[in-house]
């Protein structure tokens, strides 16, 4: 059954996402380091148990365990990004998306009022899927450092009201 994968003894995750046909993957409660660097792997949601210390989940998006940052949003990730109120980071490797990823239907992304520093290149993948993807932005109006901009891009609050995109060799 490939509905939902659990490693109960892994306590490193290094590249072992490489699995198709996944529907989700349990991270088990031993597991103190995440990383989720192969950008070609097929999981759209991840779980963690709710025994793990380090970790935690809501909505398929893993978190710091005191829900604070977001660490690793699943590659194949293809639903509204419902980010929690009291979620402060966006890790710079939190995100992964690209032409290849399954992210070809209109959804969204809200951010809350909490969220005060998003990796640079956080942003502009959020931006390439309101560009590329048809991905509607939401920024609480709370918000003190982010916003949406006219165009429906997020932007960082002051400096010009900065846009930041993928560059062409990205």
Known sequence: ???????R?????????????????????????????????SVPNYEVDDKNIYY??????????DMSEILAVPFKYNKDMLIPEG???????????????NATTSHKIIIPASMTYIE?????LINYLKGSKSWKIEVDKNNPVFKVDSNGYLVQKGISDLRITLSATS
């Open 87 to 101: 979620v402060k980071s966006w890790g710079a490797d939190a995100f992964n998306i690209t032409e290849k990823a």
């Open 9 to 41: 003894n892994v306590t490193e995750t290094g590249d072992a996402f490489l699995l198709c046909g996944a529907d989700s993957v349990v991270l088990p409660n031993a597991l103190s380091l995440l990383t989720v660097t192969n950008k070609n792997n």
């Open 1 to 7: 059954d490939l509905s939902a994968w659990n490693f």
């Open 56 to 65: 935690s989940s809501d909505n398929g998006i893993v978190y710091s365990d």
């Open 120 to 124: 640079n290149n956080q942003i502009a």
